[in-house]
């Protein structure tokens, strides 16, 4: 394994582990001839990856890319977007995955608020990218990946003086917040090398072998846990990174045996999918050593352990902080939202609204941080020009999650709720009050309350109760008047971030300063979804 101290950065741990593991692989991609992309699938060795990496390098470095440019990468989860993120890194550049599934105005609020340098895009993100640009202020240079070998625009402003530390920024990852607008979480070269480090050590039934593992990743690049968390567990120790496009049920167990996948990552989506698919005789005809991931249901985890022969470890993380936790010692907690103990580098508790430490056994925020003395090491730099924001969350010298756990008498922590206003659906994080923003542009919108409510197959999805204003047209169908205020949200917003669920009310419930109680919408303990007038438009959340 390759070792790392506290001044290591990217570029640094890269070139060493491609004169280590110089044969080994670093990258695959399955085989799908219906992909655009690889269709007969791909794999590159370390050294191969270390001279493209150096020859992209050169390429940046001759257009003056360097120190403190930010490059906005639309690359989707192709390999190369790896290769591309660690030549910059390299150079000091800090990347800033794009989500191809942003509308415009959320490309626009990306680039505006990155102050970009450079994108990067596939040929097929062109139209989204200059409609992006058509509502922006900043200007960045666009290149088109199909074109690369035709050179690449000079830099705009001059790199900075200095050399890559290991507080250099290396990533901007866009998170949903409360207010509504998404912040950037930057991510330093010592916390990307600190997060593949802690998930290589882990140990348990989580232990890693080096120059042995090969980790199907079904997550998209422009997320923490494909591009940071498990990369740089396999490239520390010599591992193979399996990429896929995206999750599919149909295809996962054929491209996890087709390349020998060892460990997979997962979200409670995927396990429900693939438990509802047929039994075979093949369920257990792979080499899964682990499923490494979180949310999945509690009544499906021995179930599913059972059938496919191998432990789901359920883990808790986040962007800002993603050397997991994990339930991965014996005696394991199966089914019950375990998902590990405070560990050295992480200590956590769980604490009420006055930050005071709450009994075990009692439900409280989980607040973590690496130690009383070095409370932020490891974690992540800032949220982008918030700094208010960032000291917010640091309160009392403890980084504030906004999860909701529970620890037992054995020092185990359960999972029980997010505090912050965020619904969670199929492993995307989606701002209430964003939603809630989009709506009040509609012009039939009077006042909107967005909430989570449960949904079976993609744990959470979104309902808005709206008001509607006087003089609204009453056609007599709510549901064509439900459409219409969806597909203002879905042609404006990721497609995941539309309501599934509308339900009109002539009434929200508000305090005496006209803040929206959403806990006093529904009874207590009732399901929102089978309320009287509910209009359920899942059907019409689709990409594209």
Not at 152 to 157: E, G, K, S, T
Not at 419 to 430: C, L, P
Not at 451 to 478: T, Y
Request: hydrophobic share 40%.
């Amino acid at each position: 394994m390759i070792a790392i101290h506290d001044a290591s950065t990217i570029g640094e741990v890269f070139f060493q582990a491609a004169q280590r593991y110089a044969d080994n692989s670093l990258m695959a991609v399955p085989v799908n001839p219906a992909r655009n992309y690889h269709p007969q699938g791909y794999e590159i060795s370390y050294a191969d990856a270390a001279a493209q990496v150096r020859q992209l390098m050169r390429d940046y470095q001759q257009a003056g890319y360097g120190l403190g440019h930010r490059v906005g990468l639309l690359l989707e989860s192709r390999p190369e977007h790896m290769l591309h993120k660690l030549a910059l890194n390299a150079l000091g550049v800090c990347c800033v995955p794009v989500n191809p599934d942003y509308r415009t105005g959320e490309f626009a609020y990306l680039i505006d608020h990155a102050r970009l340098d450079l994108l990067l895009v596939l040929a097929s993100h062109v139209d989204a990218t200059e409609a992006a640009l058509g509502e922006s202020r900043h200007r960045p240079q666009v290149v088109v990946w199909e074109q690369w070998g035709q050179g690449l625009p000079a830099a705009a402003r001059p790199a900075q003086s200095g050399q890559v530390g290991p507080d250099t920024p290396a990533s901007i990852l866009y998170t949903s917040g409360t207010t509504g607008r998404p912040k950037g979480c930057v991510l330093s070269h010592h916390y990307e090398v600190a997060a593949g480090h802690a998930y290589a050590t882990r140990g348990g039934l989580a232990s890693i072998r080096e120059g042995a593992e090969r980790l199907y990743n079904p997550l998209p690049l422009f997320h923490v846990n494909a591009s940071i968390l498990s990369f740089y567990c396999m490239l520390l120790t010599g591992g193979c990174q399996v990429q896929t496009d995206r999750f599919q049920p149909s295809r996962w167990w054929q491209e996890v045996r087709q390349t020998r996948a060892t460990i997979v990552h997962y979200l409670g989506v995927v396990i429900q999918l693939l438990q509802l698919q047929p039994p075979t005789a093949e369920d257990r005809d792979h080499c899964v050593r682990f499923g490494f991931g979180a949310g999945v249901e509690p009544q499906l985890h021995a179930a599913f352990e059972e059938r496919f022969g191998f432990p789901l470890l359920e883990l808790w993380g986040m962007t800002e902080m993603v050397r997991a936790m994990v339930d991965c010692h014996a005696p394991r907690q199966v089914g019950s939202r375990a998902f590990g103990r405070a560990v050295e580098g992480v200590q956590a508790r769980a604490v009420d609204d006055l930050d005071q430490e709450v009994p075990d056994g009692t439900p409280g925020e989980l607040v973590i941080r690496h130690s009383e003395e070095t409370p932020r090491k490891d974690f992540f730099s800032e949220y982008l020009d918030d700094a208010a924001a960032t000291e917010s969350a640091w309160c009392g010298g403890w980084f504030h999650t906004g999860d909701m756990v529970v620890r037992d008498d054995s020092g185990m922590f359960h999972f029980v709720d997010r505090r912050k206003n965020i619904i969670r659906r199929s492993g995307e994080n989606i701002a209430a009050a964003e939603v809630e923003a989009m709506l009040l542009t509609h012009p039939w919108v009077e006042q909107a309350a967005v909430m989570a409510v449960a949904d079976e197959v993609r744990e959470e999805e979104v309902l808005a109760c709206i008001v509607l204003k006087a003089g609204v047209p009453d056609s007599g169908d709510p549901s064509a008047l439900a459409q219409a205020i969806f597909q203002h949200c879905h042609q404006a917003m990721a497609y995941y971030k539309a309501p599934g669920w509308i339900w009109f009310t002539p009434q929200i419930p508000t305090t005496g300063t006209q803040k929206i109680q959403k806990h006093a919408i529904f009874a207590r303990g009732a399901d929102p979804r089978q309320a009287p007038g509910m209009l359920d438009l899942r059907a019409l959340k689709k990409r594209g």
